[in-house]
C-alpha cells in the first residue's frame, strides 16, 4: 500500500477546513485528494456500491470484510451514512436490557446540577443555534451514565463528546446514550475522565515525548515561551477536539478513531496538528484558535502527512525504551506505548493490516 | 497602555472556587473587557496574562491560570498552584455551598502555592443580587468576616456588569507587590529584618 493511502484518514481530518473556506490546494494535493478523497457525492457512490454488494447490514461489512471497511473509512464516510457506520464499528448497538436505560434516567447520582448546567451551555460551543432542541437529550445521557457508571460518574468534558455524537445521529437519545457507553467502555475513553486523570497523563506524556523528538523546534520553542502542553492539551483531548476544531473536521477525526485506530490515535493526531501552528511569538494564542491556524496555512497539509508518517517511524523506537522502562517498574501503569494499542495504531499510521 | 512585555515583575495568579462560580468570565472580563462568546466549563486549565502599571509606576505582568472547578480535576490543576504568589478566590453570592467550599480551596493553596500567597476572596454575581435581593445567599459581612480572619483580600463583584473585577486584580497586584518587596528587602538586608517588617505597607510601592 502506498504512503500516500495508508495516510488518507489523517488527511481526510483536513479535508473539511479546506473545503469550509474554500483554500487554495497545492497542485499535488489536489491530484491526491481527486484520487483518494471523495467529495460527499464520492462517498455515496462507494458506500452503496458495497453495501449493495453485501446483502447483509453494515454491522457485519465490518465484522466479515475489515479490509473493505477499513478503506470505505479511509474514502471518506458519508454524512448521512456517519451515526450507522458509528454503530457498527462499534459492534452494533447494544441496548442494554429493556427499558434499562429508562431505569437508569430514573435514579438520581448527584452529579444533576453539574450535568444541567453544562448541558446549556454545550451547544454554544458547538455552534449550534437551536440548542433547547439536543441540550434535554444531552442532560439525560449525562445522568443516565452516571448511574450506569457511578465510578466514572459525570466528568466536565463528557458533555462535548455527547454534544457532538447528539448532532451526529440527529437527537436519537437512547440510541446516543449506548454508543456513549460503548465509546467510554470498549475504546476506553472512560480512561480519559477517571479519577487522577490516568489516561490524559499517559497520552500527555506520550505527546511530550513524541514532539521532543520529532519536532524539536516546536518543542524548545514551547519551553521557550513558556507554554505548558496543559494549556491545550487537556481540552483537546478531553473533549476529543470538539472544543478546538470545526465540527466538519472532528467528526472525520472520530470516525479515524472510532472506525479504524483507536483512542490511542489521539497522540500522533495531535502532534500532526501542533505542527500546523507557526513557530513565533504569537504560539499560546494560535494553540487557543485552531481553526483559524490550520484553515490559514495550507501548506501544513502536506507537513501533517509527512509528519504523521514520522511520528509512526518514532513510535516504534520509542517503544523499547519504555518497554524496558516498563520491566523495570512493574507497579507503573500501563504504558500508551505498550504493544497491544501500539501496535494497532502504528498499522493504522502505516497502512498495514487494519485491526 | 503599556508594552505587554514592558514589565518589571511577573507574577503568576490562580483563579480557584467551585464549578460555575464564574472564573472565566471573571478572567475574560479582566482580560477582554468582555464574557465569553460561547461561555463553557474550563477543561483542565487555561492561561492568559495582562500587563498593568501600578499606583507608584512600576509595571507587573500578571499570568494567569484560569482552572477547572470540578473537584476531579484538582488532581490536576494543583500542580499549577506551585509558584503562585497570588490567588483570586471565587463564590458565587448565590450559591452558599460555593462560599463554604471556601475553606477547603484556601487550605489547598496555602499547603501548594507560595507559604505567603495572597489570596482576595471574590464573592461574585453581585448583579443578581441587585436585580433580585432575595437572589444573594451569603451575606457581604459573613463573608467579609471570614476574609479579615482569614487574613484574605475581599471584594464582592460581577462579571457580567463588570462592576469590581479590575479592582479585584488591582488590589491583588498591589498587595503582592508589598509581599514581594517586603520579601526581597529582607533578603537584601539580613541583619536588618525586624526593622523592615515594621514598615508601612503603603509606602512600599515605589519603583
Avoid at chain 1, 475522565?193 to 490524559?200: D, E, M, S
Avoid at chain 2, 463573608?143 to 463583584?157: K, T
Wanted: charged letters at 25%; a negative charge.
Amino acid at each position: 500500500m502506498s504512503e500516500g493511502c495508508c495516510l488518507a484518514p489523517l488527511f481526510s481530518a483536513l479535508l473539511p477546513l479546506q473545503r469550509l473556506v474554500a483554500l487554495p490546494v497545492p497542485s499535488a494535493l489536489k491530484t491526491w485528494e481527486k484520487e483518494e478523497a471523495l467529495d460527499e457525492a464520492g462517498r455515496v457512490r462507494k458506500w452503496s456500491s458495497a453495501l449493495s454488494e453485501c446483502p447483509e447490514s453494515l454491522v457485519s461489512l465490518c465484522k466479515d470484510q475489515p479490509g473493505l471497511f477499513k478503506e470505505l473509512v479511509e474514502a471518506g464516510v458519508p454524512s448521512d451514512l456517519r451515526w450507522e457506520v458509528w454503530k457498527a464499528a462499534l459492534g452494533g448497538l447494544r441496548c442494554g436490557q429493556g427499558g434499562q436505560y429508562q431505569e437508569l434516567l430514573q435514579r438520581h447520582s448527584g452529579w444533576e446540577p453539574l450535568i444541567e448546567k453544562d448541558s446549556a451551555r454545550t451547544f454554544l460551543v458547538l455552534s449550534v443555534d437551536d440548542m433547547g432542541m439536543h441540550a434535554h437529550c444531552l442532560q439525560n445521557i449525562c445522568k443516565a451514565y452516571a448511574n450506569l457508571n457511578p465510578e466514572i460518574g459525570y466528568c466536565q468534558g463528557m458533555n462535548f463528546i455527547v454534544g457532538l455524537l447528539l448532532l451526529v445521529s440527529d437527537g436519537a437519545e437512547e440510541e446516543t446514550f449506548w454508543v456513549f457507553a460503548a465509546l467510554m467502555h470498549d475504546l476506553e475513553l472512560s480512561g480519559l475522565y477517571a479519577g487522577g486523570f490516568p489516561l490524559l497523563r499517559r497520552y500527555m506524556d506520550g505527546f511530550g515525548q513524541l514532539i521532543a523528538a520529532v519536532l524539536p523546534r516546536h518543542s524548545l520553542r514551547l519551553q521557550a515561551e513558556d507554554i505548558h502542553l496543559e494549556e491545550f492539551l487537556q481540552s483537546w483531548y478531553l473533549s476529543l477536539f470538539v472544543t478546538c476544531l470545526p465540527k466538519a473536521a472532528v467528526v472525520e477525526v472520530w470516525d479515524e478513531i472510532i472506525c479504524l485506530s483507536g483512542l490511542p490515535s489521539l497522540v500522533p493526531l495531535s502532534v500532526a496538528l501542533l505542527e500546523c501552528v507557526p513557530i513565533d511569538s504569537q504560539m499560546r494564542v494560535k494553540l487557543k484558535s485552531l481553526n483559524e491556524v490550520v484553515a490559514s496555512k495550507a501548506c501544513a497539509i502536506a507537513q501533517f502527512l509527512r509528519r504523521s508518517l514520522t511520528v509512526g517511524t518514532l513510535e516504534l523506537s520509542t517503544r523499547d525504551a519504555e518497554v524496558s522502562r516498563m520491566q523495570a517498574s512493574p507497579e507503573a501503569p500501563q504504558s500508551i506505548w505498550d504493544v497491544s494499542k501500539h501496535s494497532t495504531a502504528l498499522a493504522v499510521m502505516r497502512g498495514a493490516a487494519g485491526r | 497602555m503599556i508594552g505587554e512585555e514592558d514589565y518589571d515583575h511577573l507574577y503568576k495568579l490562580v483563579l480557584v472556587g467551585d464549578a460555575t462560580v464564574g472564573k472565566t468570565h471573571i478572567l475574560s472580563r479582566y482580560i477582554k473587557g468582555t464574557l465569553p462568546k460561547a461561555p463553557t466549563a474550563t477543561i483542565g486549565v487555561e492561561f492568559a496574562t495582562r500587563t498593568v502599571s501600578l499606583d507608584a509606576g512600576c509595571a507587573v505582568k500578571a499570568q494567569i491560570w484560569d482552572t477547572a472547578g470540578q473537584e476531579r480535576y484538582r488532581a490536576i490543576t494543583s500542580a499549577h498552584y506551585r509558584r503562585a504568589v497570588g490567588a483570586l478566590l471565587v463564590y458565587d453570592i448565590t450559591k452558599p455551598a460555593t462560599f463554604k467550599s471556601c475553606q477547603r480551596w484556601m487550605e489547598e493553596l496555602r499547603s501548594n502555592a507560595e507559604p505567603d500567597i495572597v489570596i482576595m476572596l471574590v464573592g461574585n454575581k453581585v448583579d443578581l443580587a441587585e436585580k433580585n435581593p432575595g437572589d444573594r445567599q451569603v451575606d457581604f459581612d459573613a463573608a467579609a468576616d471570614f476574609a479579615s480572619q482569614q487574613g484574605l483580600l475581599f471584594e464582592e463583584a460581577s462579571a457580567v456588569t463588570g462592576a469590581n473585577i479590575k479592582l479585584c486584580f488591582d488590589k491583588l497586584l498591589k498587595e503582592i507587590y508589598n509581599t514581594t518587596q517586603h520579601r526581597r528587602d529582607r533578603e537584601d538586608d539580613p541583619t536588618n529584618n525586624f526593622q523592615l517588617q515594621g514598615r508601612s505597607s503603603q509606602t512600599e510601592c515605589a519603583c
